[in-house]
């Protein structure tokens, strides 16, 4: 995997979340102590990473919104069309596809895989539904490259394994069951249970 920090890549798809809202508002400028109020930094954490992006503002007028929103995008790649697919239509899995089927653009649903015979062969809230025995075959035909699994624990790693071999090389996991993937593969797990003990913990705190 490339040598780029974690938290730098969040804190910049907080910052391109954050503009949009702003961008919504008809605001043409930002500051950075702004930025940093909203997100819970540093004021001098933002204008790092705006400097490492070779962008800079102005200390009277700050940032401009739109320059510096379409700055992000061209980072993160957000400009072009990032192909996804999704295994699991259960409950989690159909409600992630209608969360994300109406998001944003720079990301196409291309595929959706289920075993269930019922939602084979039909269009589940306008994407198409294979059988998770053609994920690879479908994976490399469609040229997706990212996937987001809602199955069962105990079927992460099948289901893993097939999607890299199709040319999966980013996939987001709504498990807590840890998975193998080549170095090439990244991996992001969203586990329900422990952001809500987080979130717990320090409500207890405040």
């Given at each position: 995997m490339p040598n780029t920090s974690y938290k730098v890549v969040e804190r910049r798809c907080q910052y391109r979340r954050l503009l949009q809202q702003v961008a919504q508002e008809n605001r043409p400028n930002i500051f950075s102590h702004e930025i940093a109020r909203h997100l819970h930094i540093s004021p001098d954490t933002v204008r790092q990473d705006m400097r490492v992006l070779k962008y800079h503002g102005s200390p009277n007028a700050g940032?401009?919104?739109?320059?510096?929103?379409?700055?992000?995008?061209?980072?993160?790649?957000?400009?072009?069309?990032?192909?996804v697919a999704i295994v699991g239509l259960g409950n989690l899995g159909k409600a992630?596809?209608?969360?994300y089927k109406?998001?944003?653009?720079?990301?196409?649903?291309?595929?959706?895989?289920?075993?269930?015979?019922?939602?084979?062969g039909r269009m589940i809230l306008g994407t198409p539904c294979y059988h998770t025995s053609e994920i690879t075959k479908i994976v490399e035909e469609k040229n997706i490259t990212v996937g987001i699994i809602a199955v069962p624990a105990t079927a992460s790693q099948k289901v893993v394994d097939a999607l890299v071999m199709g040319g999966v090389r980013g996939i987001l996991m709504f498990t807590?069951?840890?998975?193998?993937?080549?170095?090439?593969?990244?991996?992001?797990?969203?586990?329900?249970?422990?952001?809500?003990?987080?979130?717990?913990?320090?409500?207890?705190?405040?």
């Open positions: 940032y401009q919104v739109a320059e510096l929103l379409e700055h992000l995008q061209r980072y993160l790649h957000v400009t072009a069309k990032n192909r992630l596809l209608r969360y109406n998001k944003e653009s720079f990301f196409s649903l291309e595929a959706a895989f289920e075993l269930d015979e019922s939602v084979v807590d069951m840890l998975v193998k993937v080549p170095e090439h593969v990244f991996v992001e797990y969203v586990d329900m249970t422990t952001l809500l003990e987080t979130t717990i913990f320090f409500s207890r705190l405040s």
